[in-house]
């Protein structure tokens, strides 16, 4: 099993339930691969459209964005972890997302997302935690990661070592629950309905695609379209 974890921040209470994770990942599965990145500064896309028209190694961020775009075509599971900022992902998580346009059903979907499971994770002081969660997924649905799993948390503190003990005890038993999940469906998860009649009805969007050439030629190379 190989595991690539996306953070938003070297420390805190979020990266710390990451690494909580990944142990009980590893009490399962001694042998599974680790690949971390850490993406506080990680550029602005500024919307030049050349990983759609000309492909994804003219972007102008390219050597900061493919090591991360490969391991995670690479990995069975996926960890996105970003600390609510003003109820939403933090800036950094968002400007890496969207380098990743390109990947989304509409454009050049990678097959390797057929089996993958992301997984999001957020704290907060108070509010906005499940919503942070929900943006990530929006991500993983976007580039059509077969299974999501959102662990949100309203800690009440601004650091793990100041959250309360029945809190963590909670945060324990669902990582102990995940981890779990994690060594069943990893390599097995299988896309929702939902997700493969959206990926269906963009076949017949491609078959008449003349604005991206690449992406229709991506979809004929994979053989979902003719």
């Given at each position: ?49 050349s990983?759609?028209?000309?492909g ?28 609510t ?44 935690a ?35 003990e ?61």
């Amino acid at each position: 099993m190989r595991i690539t974890a996306i953070h938003s921040r070297i420390t805190g209470s979020t990266r710390q339930i990451s690494t909580l994770l990944i142990d009980e990942v590893k009490k399962l599965q001694p042998d599974v691969e680790v690949t971390e990145y850490v993406i506080t500064d990680f550029k602005s896309c500024i919307g030049c459209f050349s990983c759609f028209a000309n492909g994804e190694e003219t972007c102008p961020h390219y050597e900061e964005v493919h090591p991360i775009a490969t391991s995670i075509e690479q990995a069975d599971i996926i960890i996105v972890t970003s600390p609510t900022y003003c109820m939403g992902i933090s800036g950094a998580m968002k400007s890496f997302f969207d380098h990743l346009g390109y990947r989304w059903f509409s454009h050049r979907p990678h097959p390797s997302m057929s089996t993958k499971i992301g997984i999001a994770i957020s704290t907060t002081g108070s509010l906005g935690a499940r919503k942070t969660t929900k943006d990530i997924k929006g991500h993983f649905f976007g580039l059509s990661i077969a299974k999501y799993i959102r662990l949100s948390y309203a800690v009440m503190a601004t650091g793990w070592d100041q959250i309360k003990e029945k809190k963590k005890n909670r945060i324990y038993s669902d990582l102990k629950r995940t981890a779990k999940i994690i060594n069943k469906k990893s390599s097995k998860a299988t896309r929702s309905l939902y997700l493969k009649f959206i990926l269906f009805m963009m076949k017949n969007v491609h078959k008449n695609n003349d604005w991206f050439p690449l992406d229709k030629e991506w979809w004929q190379k994979q053989g979902w379209i003719d």
